[in-house]
């Protein structure tokens, strides 16, 4: 079992940014897929980004394409998501997700969940 916990959200102006961190516990992070996904007051958890084991491949949703880039260092056992460009429909509750045999945008693909940190980008 792994546990995870995001941080580095905060308030910031929009075309700013912000980088959160998902710092992983309990087992290696190297065998574990990360995704990170968001959901917004009164809407659902959509997905974000995600990163396979290795960090070889990278996929992203289409509104944060070009502006969030996922990275991971599986030897701090933390995956990290970049947000530049950050615009006011960015703002919502960032999660993580860590799965050790699925790699996707589906959300209910993956095991593990953190608790989730804000982001507020104001206009």
């Known amino acids: 079992q792994v546990q995870l916990v995001e941080s580095g959200g905060g308030l910031v102006q929009a075309e700013g940014s912000l980088r959160l961190s998902c710092a992983a516990s309990?087992?290696?992070?190297?065998?574990?897929?990360v995704g990170w996904f968001r959901q917004a007051p009164g809407k659902e958890r959509d997905f974000v980004a995600a990163?396979?084991?290795?960090?070889?491949?990278?996929t992203y949703a289409d509104s944060v394409k070009g502006r969030f880039t996922i990275s991971r260092d599986n030897v701090e056992n933390t995956v990290y998501l970049q947000m530049n460009s950050l615009k006011p429909e960015d703002t919502a509750v960032y999660y993580c997700a860590a799965d050790g045999g699925y790699y996707g945008t589906y959300i209910y693909g993956y095991r593990y969940w953190g608790q989730g940190t804000q982001v507020t980008v104001s206009s």
């Open positions: 309990g087992r290696p992070f190297s065998g574990y897929a």
């Open positions: 990163i396979r084991r290795t960090g070889g491949d990278t």
